[in-house]
Nanobody
Framework: QVQLVESGGGLVQAGGSLRLSCAAS????????MGWFRQAPGKEREFVAA????????YYTDSVKGRFTISGDNAKNTVYLQMNSLKHEDTAVYYC???????????????????WGQGTQVTVSS
């Protein structure tokens, strides 16, 4: 049984930082792309960042480039999202997702992901 469990969300002031973690279990993820998505109140879920399990490339939506960093620890089967210089508009529920063999540029599409975590709330106060 595949499980993705996010943690690390919380309340932070604008300009602050948080690091989200996504612990994956239940199968081998060596050929998977791991992604982070977010959903703000009243809005559709949107792509934030992605990384192949090999870790040889990373992808970001324009609004987080230069502020967020996605990374992975194969030994721990964990993917991270380091979020710096947080803005009020980053407030959302953040979801971790895993999809097998996703080709560029389709990693931005929700339907390409097979497994999802339950989400973790990030609230940035202005």
């Amino acid at each position: 049984q595949v499980q993705l469990v996010e943690s690390g969300g919380g309340l932070v002031q604008a300009g602050g930082s948080l690091r989200l973690s996504c612990a994956a279990s239940g199968r081998t993820f060596s050929r998977y792309t791991m992604g982070w998505f977010r959903q703000a109140p009243g809005k559709e879920r949107e792509f934030v960042a992605a990384i192949p399990w090999s870790g040889d490339s990373t992808y970001y939506t324009d609004s987080v480039k230069g502020r967020f960093t996605i990374s992975g620890d194969n030994a721990k089967n964990t993917v991270y999202l380091q979020m710096n210089s947080l803005k009020h508009e980053d407030t959302a529920v953040y979801y971790c997702a895993a999809g097998r063999g996703i080709a560029t540029p389709f990693f931005t599409l929700e339907k390409m992901y097979d497994y999802w975590g339950q989400g973790t709330q990030v609230t940035v106060s202005s």
